[in-house]
């Protein structure tokens, strides 16, 4: 069954600091793999998505994540954070085949302080 | 274009009445989820519709919940003889059925509130 960790509940940053979010995942076969943001009171938004190809992939908003097949990682990165950016940060795996559906992580919060 | 729209964004309801929420996706995409989105359980897989073929039951937590999708556009999730535990944020997606490798798109939300 696939799963994913997100390891850190909470984290802090000043703003315009750099910003790392974890990520590991286990799945059986190649993942497809997707980091999505949630503000207080709204839907999930895409930021990015990795199929293959390019172990680095960028996203909107200004961030860039990277897949490490060793790891099993899919870390998001952004190199100076905004206000804007506080939000909920969610990992998730979906399935190559059959339903595509996605399994999450449980999330990660990030508080930005000025 | 418009994005995945729910209704209603809140419900409040009784212990043991029905509930129904609704869905409706981004025009022309063929597949259509619900997850279940609550603070012990985290965003969870519910059920599964694409195109015409028998949908994917395997995440409902009970026989008390269902769901079908009407005319493979709209689709009503009902949950009967609710609990608190249903107390929930219940989020639906659409994807587009083309080729693989489509995202989902979420929409807002309905927020349920068993008392």
């Known amino acids: 069954a696939q799963s994913v960790t997100q390891p850190d509940i909470h984290i802090t940053v000043s703003e315009g600091a750099s910003l790392e979010l974890r990520c590991n995942y286990s799945?059986?076969?190649?993942?497809?793999l997707f980091w999505y943001v949630q503000s207080p009171g709204q839907g999930l938004q895409l930021l990015l998505k990795?199929?293959?190809?390019?172990?680095l992939v960028q996203g909107i908003k200004g961030f860039e994540a990277e897949f490490k097949r060793s790891q099993s990682s899919f870390n998001l990165r952004k190199p100076s954070v905004h206000w804007s950016d506080a939000a909920e940060y969610f990992c998730?795996?979906?399935?190559?085949?059959?339903?595509?559906?996605?399994?999450f992580g449980t999330g990660t919060r990030l508080t930005i302080i000025p | 274009g418009a994005g995945v729209s729910q209704s209603p964004s809140n419900k409040v309801t009784e212990k043991g009445k029905d509930v129904e929420l609704r869905c409706d996706p981004i025009?022309?995409?063929?597949?259509l989820y619900w997850y279940r989105q609550s603070l012990g359980q985290g965003l969870e897989f519910l059920i599964y519709?694409?195109?015409?073929?028998?949908?994917?039951k395997s995440g409902l937590p009970s026989d008390r919940f269902s769901a079908e999708r009407t005319g493979g556009s709209v689709s009503t999730l009902t949950i009967q003889r609710t609990q608190q535990e249903d107390s929930a944020v219940y989020l639906c997606?659409?994807?587009?059925?083309?080729?693989?490798?489509?995202?989902?798109?979420f929409g807002p939300g309905t927020r349920l509130l068993v008392l």
């Open positions: 519709f694409q195109g015409n073929s028998a949908p994917d």
């Open positions: 799945y059986g076969a190649t993942p497809y």
């Open positions: 998730a795996v979906g399935a190559a085949f059959g339903n595509e559906k996605l399994t």
């Open positions: 990795y199929f293959s190809g390019d172990t």
């Open positions: 997606a659409s994807r587009g059925g083309g080729a693989r490798q489509e995202t989902q798109y």
């Open positions: 025009s022309g995409h063929t597949a």
